[in-house]
């Protein structure tokens, strides 16, 4: 495994803005950048990450919360309720953060990396994260979304 570059908003933000492909084969190549992804994304401490944020366009994340580790192709929002808001920043902004509106409890559904379908419903900071990173297949950023940006000392 392997610790990647993280593709910054700064450097490349037309990049980020770009609309991320399907996965067609689950190949020995695309478990190596989920493992790669995962890796990445624990050395940087977040709790999610996308392709895209790696430099690939592909419709891969992966989030991990105390729910646990979350490797997701091809994931799409089937159903979402419920409301809130916090604090939102993004390994792709380091340095910023903003107060985002996002569902409370979010249901997906995905391939794993075994290429079976899998349904994921995900509460509070699962959800807020599986928004956000799906969010990045598509080229949106959170600070599309912000309801106003936060200054660190705000922060709690």
Wanted: aromatic fraction near 4%; include cysteine.
């Amino acid at each position: 495994m392997a610790v990647l570059n993280i593709v910054k908003e700064s450097d490349n933000e037309e990049f980020l803005r770009k609309t991320s492909k399907e996965v067609t084969e689950i190949t020995p190549r695309i478990l190596t950048l989920i493992d790669d992804m995962v890796e990445t994304m624990r050395h940087a401490n977040g709790c999610g990450l996308a392709a895209v944020q790696v430099g690939v366009l592909r419709r891969i994340v992966v989030i991990e919360t105390d729910e646990g580790l979350f490797e997701l192709i091809n994931p799409r929002i089937v159903k979402t309720s419920g409301t809130q808001q916090g604090v939102e920043g993004c390994l792709s902004l380091p340095g910023k953060w903003g107060i985002t509106k996002r569902p409370k409890a979010v249901t997906v559904r995905a391939l794993n990396r075994k290429g079976e379908e899998i349904e994921i419903t995900g509460y509070d900071l699962l959800a807020k994260a599986m928004c956000h990173e799906l969010d990045h297949l598509d080229g949106t950023l959170y600070t599309d979304k912000v309801i106003r940006m936060v200054r660190e000392d705000e922060l709690e």
